[in-house]
């Protein structure tokens, strides 16, 4: 069988369970987006080419709100910002031979958990393994949003809450078995959460915006990673 055939279904196995926890999460966005006055075509249009959890209920707050365009352009990118880090990392760590159209159309589909589920991914990334992951993970958001919009007037808010608690489930799920199978995962992850809980109660910095406290945590915690444990093997190359 085809390599890249091979490299896109193991995309496609180690996406379901994203794919699974973007239906719960999505179907609950779908109900708020209903909420919102937001059609069934305009829920998932925006689902489709947005791809961000946080970013879209943000969105419908500024919807709601009748704020200006730019309101809207800037909050996205106070969300979002976290994205562009992890675009980053990943250009680093994608076949050399990638071409550019490949990169932009990998740049697309990064999320939080399409993130960590590449990095986590031994060797190169190779285009075809992330479109494996993206293939299976975005009709699971798109089309929980259409279902959750077209469900959103027949279900309880406290099913629907619950819905919500899968992708945390889902997190947990992808940083465990790094954890444990190496003691550094483990000690990132752990400064990431008291760090980040940290953040919640600072006097200055539980002002900044839930999206500017994670790119600060990214970059502190990423840094200190980067300067007590380099990867031997990447300054070897050099």
Request: with cysteine; charged share 10%.
């Given at each position: 069988m085809n390599r890249a055939l091979l490299l896109f279904l193991r995309g496609l196995r180690d996406g379901s369970p994203i794919g699974a926890g973007y239906f719960a999460v999505s179907f609950a966005f779908g109900i708020q987006a209903r909420e919102a006055l937001l059609t069934v075509f305009q829920t998932g249009l925006l689902s489709g080419t947005n791809l961000t959890s946080a970013g879209q209920f943000a969105g419908l707050g500024v919807i709601e709100a009748g704020a200006s365009l730019l309101t809207m352009a800037l909050t996205q990118l106070v969300i979002n910002l976290r994205y562009c880090l992890m675009s980053c990392a990943l250009s680093q760590r994608l076949a050399h031979k990638a071409p550019f159209w490949h990169r932009f159309f990998i740049a697309c589909g990064v999320t939080d958990e399409i993130f960590a589920v590449s990095i986590a991914s031994p060797g190169p990334i190779r285009p075809a393994y992330f479109y494996?992951?993206?293939?299976?993970?975005?009709?699971?958001?798109?089309?929980?949003?259409?279902?959750?919009?077209?469900?959103?007037?027949?279900?309880?808010?406290?099913?629907?809450?619950?819905?919500?608690?899968?992708?945390?489930?889902?997190?947990?799920?992808?940083?465990?078995?790094?954890?444990?199978?190496?003691?550094?995962?483990?000690?990132?992850?752990?400064?990431?959460?008291?760090?980040?809980?940290?953040?919640?109660?600072?006097?200055?910095?539980?002002?900044?915006?839930?999206?500017?406290?994670?790119?600060?945590?990214?970059?502190?915690?990423?840094?200190?990673?980067?300067?007590?444990?380099?990867?031997?093997?990447?300054?070897?190359?050099?």
């Open positions: 494996g992951l993206t293939a299976v993970s975005w009709p699971g958001w798109v089309g929980g949003s259409v279902l959750g919009a077209l469900a959103g007037d027949f279900l309880p808010a406290d099913v629907t809450h619950a819905l919500t608690m899968a992708l945390y489930a889902m997190f947990v799920a992808i940083v465990v078995p790094a954890a444990k199978a190496d003691r550094r995962v483990l000690l990132v992850a752990l400064a990431a959460i008291v760090l980040s809980t940290a953040c919640a109660f600072a006097p200055w910095v539980k002002a900044l915006s839930e999206g500017m406290r994670i790119v600060l945590v990214t970059l502190v915690v990423a840094g200190a990673a980067a300067t007590f444990f380099p990867l031997r093997e990447a300054a070897d190359a050099r």
